[in-house]
């Protein structure tokens, strides 16, 4: 699971991040609202903590923003505890969830997870599903079943990001910046070929059909998606 946090208080932004890394997710974060913005419209992300008021575009603006291009990936809003108008506003523009200043950070991993099991990103025990094949994203582990799948590190991430979108198509560009980063030297090509050798072990547990490409565009993971 990869999440973004977006917080001008660097001290705060950093806890946050440590906390939800200590958790095995990924995180990037930004300390204004034009650089948290432009991470956000990439779309590679499975969760988003905002806070309201930022430098630049403000964290409603942003917000307003994502929901207008269709960018679903779930929202918890911070913001002051006497700012009832800003949560209000936050929640009409598309945000899932609020927490008011100050709060406890284990607070916010719950309320993370609440998110992302009401979205179907994750099950009541932190897995994802599709078809035969299960992830715990907790342990980074896939299984066919009960039976662990040889995955390299790489193969795993894809087939995390890919069952965290489930029926979203996924454009190579998306896949590049969440699995290899946007500063890696890598060419998107390679992104063609980890989803090759995915498949292949996907298809050895005649998994393979969940996973279809979509002619110059990208991917999407498509089948029985319930989650545990």
Known sequence: MRMLVVEDDATLLRIIRDVFEGESFLTDGAETGDEGYFLAEQA???????????????????????????????????????????????????????LTKPFAVSELLARARAVLRRKGTIGLEGEMTCGVIRIVPSAREAFNGDTPLLLTATEYKLLEFFLGHKNQILTREQIFDRI???????????????????????????AGNILQTVRGIGYLVKGDTDVQ
């Open 44 to 98: 590679i992300h499975d969760l988003i903590v905002l806070d309201v008021m930022l430098p630049g575009m403000s964290g409603l603006e942003i917000i307003s923003k994502l929901r207008a291009k269709s960018i679903r990936v779930p929202i918890i809003l911070l913001t002051a505890r006497d700012a009832i108008n800003d949560r209000v506003a936050g929640l009409d523009a598309g945000a899932d969830d609020y």
């Open 180 to 206: 290899w980063g946007f500063d890696s030297g890598s060419a998107t090509t390679a992104v063609d070929v980890y989803v090759h050798l995915l498949r292949k072990k996907l298809s050895a547990v005649g």
